[in-house]
């Protein structure tokens, strides 16, 4: 990854030009020459904007790809600020975290964060043809396998370690009493709000079941606290990227990062990413090929048994993330559609497994 600190931080994809690449890609060894860029939007993030950038050199390039993916903050200053956190947390990853883990990434170019938070920037390669998963559709358990394989590159490295005490780029560090209290209220507030706005839509059922998990969170938080590493926090299938023949995944969006029971991220992918018959079929299955390749990290002193209940203990994951996400961003009908499903996904789970009774 290129030092940040001598190239400026593009405002806005006006900004990204073909010099400003050209000094991106440059280094002591080598002078990259980009003649001319093309920079277009992808996709709808309510957190940030994302662009594709298809590239045209002169010279020597070898080894550099034809497209690079930007993403760069929202465009609109309330939503900036008010997300600054996650850029913090984004920008800690890829520039303190990712070559100390095992997780699929994509190659990461650039990545520059301004001391208030509100101006970055993180230029990764493009992995087209690589499709992103759909989260309303679900996926499927071939998918499902790579994905948790992935996870445990993100967990097993440093399982335990304890710096992910004292590190500073999470937006939810390891909950102690107060912190853990203080988000139980939040959390009871947001469910609530997320019911008011699609209770209508929702299974009474599931309704239930998320006011139910709200209440006991900043308990939950505070459970199986000898066990830890850093979480994605988001880890679902929208997050993630399938190779067409789906035999590699690479996983984005790291601006979510937490420090928990590693189960936790694990839970919330399985129970959010599989249509419920899915999950139910397939869950034993994929904790067991998780738990494989935690011990293929070299954790130890964890056995399977032990993986299962947290997996089952890790599934209040989704009702808080889901309604916190949920009632502190806008509204669009994509994004209801989701967490509708998300949390009727999720609430079933939650009972069948027992995971309040625990």
């Known amino acids: 990854m290129t030092s940040a600190g001598r190239i400026p931080i593009p405002g806005s994809p006006a900004e990204v030009t073909a010099d400003w690449l050209s000094a991106v890609l440059s280094d002591a060894d080598r002078l990259v020459t980009v003649d001319a860029v093309d920079v277009s939007p992808i996709g709808t ?6 662009y594709r ?24 200053d309330v939503v900036r600020e008010r997300v600054a956190l996650s850029y913090r947390s984004e920008h800690a990853f890829y520039t303190g975290v990712a070559e100390t883990v095992e997780v699929p990434l994509p190659h990461c ?26 989260q309303i559709r679900g996926c499927s358990a071939e998918e499902a396998r790579l994905a948790v394989a992935a996870l445990a590159g993100l967990h097993g490295p440093r ?17 102690d009493e107060p912190t853990a209290r203080g988000l139980g209220d939040i959390t009871r507030l947001a469910a609530q709000t997320t019911i008011d706005r699609l209770g209508p839509r929702m299974d009474p059922a599931d309704r239930t079941t998320v006011l139910e998990s709200a209440d006991l969170i900043a308990d939950w938080l505070l459970g199986s606290p000898e066990r830890f590493s850093l979480l994605h926090g988001d880890y679902r299938i ?6 067409p023949a789906r035999t590699r995944v690479t996983v984005v969006d790291w601006q979510t990062l937490t420090v928990g029971l590693p189960a936790r991220d694990l ?7 599989l249509l419920p018959e899915q999950r139910s079929l397939h869950e034993r299955e994929l904790v067991g090929a998780y738990h494989r390749a935690l011990e293929g990290h070299g954790v130890a002193g964890y056995d399977g048994e032990m993986c299962w209940q947290d997996y089952r203990f890790g599934m209040l994951q989704v009702p808080l ?17 989701m967490m509708l499903a998300m949390l009727g996904r999720g609430s079933r789970a939650i009972r069948e497994l027992g995971t309040l009774e625990l």
């Open 109 to 134: 170019y650039y990545c520059a964060l301004a001391e208030d938070g509100a101006e970055f920037a993180l230029l990764l390669a493009d992995m087209a043809p690589a499709e992103q998963g759909d």
């Open 238 to 243: 929208d997050n993630l990227l399938f190779d």
């Open 267 to 273: 839970a919330y992918f399985v129970a959010t990413s």
């Open 159 to 175: 399982w335990c370690d304890p710096a992910w005490l004292s590190f500073t780029g999470t937006v939810m560090p390891k909950a």
């Open 45 to 50: 993030g309510q957190t940030g904007a994302t």
């Open 321 to 337: 993330i889901t309604t916190l996400g949920f009632a502190f961003s806008a509204s669009t009908e994509r994004g209801d559609d």
């Open 53 to 76: 950038i298809a590239a045209r050199y002169s010279g020597d390039h070898a080894g550099l790809p034809d497209s690079f993916v930007i993403k760069l903050p929202a465009q609109e």
